[in-house]
């Protein structure tokens, strides 16, 4: 995929190497007097050109590293990287287990990824600022964010403080009509009878209902347009292809390629064919009254929110910008939480004893609270299955993705020079016995279990991001975006729960998709549907 495919930009090493070919030439000269004197003067000028080379030319900071995964013959470097292209995720695995705690490089196709991990460098990493250690940059050097979502969502992303604030604070508010929308998007697609069980392609199923239930909280019931789906669920798919060929692309030529292969302003152009006349009259509507309607309340979604952000603002408050920011909000808000429900429902589905006791939990809170965001918070056990499945499943080999802009020296001294990729193997640290004791067993309740130490309780829910539970990353740009997220998928887990008897096939776990270093749920596998006959909720 995109993410480390060929970077034709910097070149870490010097290849050839000098040293392994002056050897050659020498014998060459010994043997041929003819040639005695133009061989003696292109030694020593490689000579000349070695001194000049150890002396003259600064070495990189990055030489003291270890590297993981490279060959020590010459050009091992490229072999290194196109070896970490397939098996990324072992090599990472190996040079944590090999330099615990201490940072390592890997070879990406044409620069070095420096790999930091423990609390103390993960740490550093979370407290560094963007003057130091962009994230914007980092995101963008795998994703080509200036093209594949625009230049000014790059730039200018200010949904952040939306999602962060107004978005979240409404979670419960909303919550009636995420439930609702839980409840007809299952109708529609996974229409199971008590008689018989249906068989859905899982993916194809969960993808289209997090679209809807997501966008019911986004942009009200244009969520239900097939169309809308459509373009909503699209753009990922859209946005990653995008940057895969891009990365191959030389710079100069990029802005000109992305305007005539990339997919962006035909997205751009679909989505404003749906959500244009809604925001128009939204803006219009907000330049008379503002936030408070005369007759009907203003919706209460997130263009109201977007708009409420960009009151007075020039470039931000038009239809086309306000579409492609919630386009950008749909590419990081769908594929994920997707992802998410999908890990648990193969590993439900797979280990059938597990959802028995959350039926259970389920059952019982929804009696007394009904489907509300309380209701959720109160699911211990359902949040703890979720954050292990999670544990496994974050997403990739590595996350926190981070470009030095300027020179940076970690607590430890290491020092990495501007124009470094940085990032940390968060499925090794999921998969440490420091961090968690027997790491490498599903163990679903085990953080509703640590939960039930006084005082702990708040420390071990999914939402919190810590040095050993780095899906949603940690400390500034933790996702603002994991308080929904989380909701929305303990949401539909608990009412697939309690509404189906679901199974698989074969009784197996669906293989991961592995796409160099990042995770995918399978996307081909089928699960088997039966509605239950005495469903014990409200
Ligand atoms: C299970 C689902 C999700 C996962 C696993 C996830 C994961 C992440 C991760 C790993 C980051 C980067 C953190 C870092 O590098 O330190 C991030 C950033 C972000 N996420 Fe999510 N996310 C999810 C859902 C969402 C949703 C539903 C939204 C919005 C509605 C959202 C909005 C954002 C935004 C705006 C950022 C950028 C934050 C910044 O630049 O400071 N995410 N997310
Ligand atoms: C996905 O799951 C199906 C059924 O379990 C399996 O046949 C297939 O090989 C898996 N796909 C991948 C890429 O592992």
């Known amino acids: 995929m995109g993410f480390f495919a060929a970077h034709p930009t910097r070149h870490p090493v010097n290849c050839p190497d000098i040293n392994s070919l002056t050897p050659y030439l020498a014998d060459f000269a010994t043997n041929s007097t003819d040639v005695t004197i133009p061989a003696a003067v292109v030694i020593l000028a490689l000579a000349v050109f070695q001194v000049v080379r150890k002396t003259g030319i600064k070495r990189s900071p990055l030489d003291a590293l270890p590297s993981v995964g490279i060959p020590r013959y010459p050009c091992g470097f490229y072999v290194g990287a196109w070896n970490y292209l397939k098996h990324g995720r072992a090599i990472t695995q190996d040079g944590y287990i090999k330099h615990r705690g201490k940072p390592f490089k890997v070879a990406l196709a044409n620069r070095w990824l420096v790999l930091v991990s423990g609390r103390q460098l993960v740490e550093d990493l979370r407290k560094a ?6 994230f914007s940059e ?3 050097s795998v994703l080509h964010h200036e093209y594949t979502v ?3 969502q790059h730039h200018d992303p200010y949904q952040i403080p939306v999602v962060r604030s107004p978005m979240t604070r409404n979670i419960a508010v909303c919550f009636p009509d995420l439930y609702s929308e839980v409840v007809a998007a299952f109708e529609n697609l ?8 249906i068989s859905v392609c899982a993916m194809q199923t969960m993808l289209p ?30 946005v990653i292809r995008d940057a895969a060929w891009l990365h191959v692309t030389p710079p100069f030529l990029r802005p000109l390629a992305a305007r005539l292969f990339g997919h962006l302003e035909s997205a751009t152009r679909r989505a404003m064919k749906h959500l244009g006349p809604i ?22 979604d997130m263009i109201s929110w977007l708009v409420d952000e960009v009151r007075g603002h020039q470039t931000r408050r038009t239809v086309r910008t306000l579409t492609r920011t919630l386009l950008n909000v749909n590419f990081g808000a769908i594929h994920t939480t997707t992802e998410g429900c999908l890990h648990a429902l193969y590993s439900l589905a797979a280990n059938p004893n597990y959802i028995e006791p959350l039926r259970t939990e389920i059952s019982s809170i929804v009696q007394t609270e009904g489907w509300t965001k309380v209701a959720i918070g109160k699911m211990v056990m359902l ?14 080999a590595v996350g926190m993705l981070r470009h030095a802009v300027k020179d940076f020296t970690f607590s430890d001294g290491t020092v990495v020079p501007a124009g470094t990729l940085i990032a940390v193997p968060i499925l090794a640290e999921h998969h440490d016995e420091r961090n968690y004791p027997n790491a490498q067993i599903f163990d679903p309740f085990r953080f509703s279990r640590m939960r039930d130490v006084a005082g702990e309780g708040l420390k071990h829910q999914m939402v919190t991001p810590s040095p050993s539970f780095l899906t949603f990353g940690l ?27 679901f199974r698989l096939e074969d009784g197996l776990r669906p293989e991961d998709e592995w796409l160099g270093l990042m995770q995918g749920a399978n996307t081909s596998a089928k699960v088997l549907f039966r509605r239950r006959k005495y469903i014990t909720d409200a």
């Open 129 to 134: 600022s963007d003057e130091f250690l962009s």
């Open 209 to 238: 209902v997090v679209s809807r239930v997501s966008n019911r909280f986004f942009v009200g019931l244009k969520c239900r347009d097939p169309e809308y789906i459509k373009i909503t669920t699209q753009f990922a798919s859209d």
């Open 279 to 300: 925001i128009q009259h939204r803006l219009n509507m907000d330049e008379r009254y503002g936030r408070d309607w005369p007759n009907t309340a203003r919706p209460n």
């Open 190 to 197: 996974v229409p199971a009878t008590t008689d018989d069980w």
């Open 138 to 140: 980092g995101i963008n």
């Open 383 to 396: 949040d703890s299955f979720m954050k292990e499945s999670s544990r496994f499943s974050p997403g990739g």
């Open 475 to 501: 400390g500034r740009h933790a996702c603002p975006g994991r308080f929904f997220a989380v909701n929305e998928q303990k949401l539909i887990m608990a009412h697939v729960i309690l509404t189906y008897d």
């Open 150 to 152: 625009g230049h000014e």
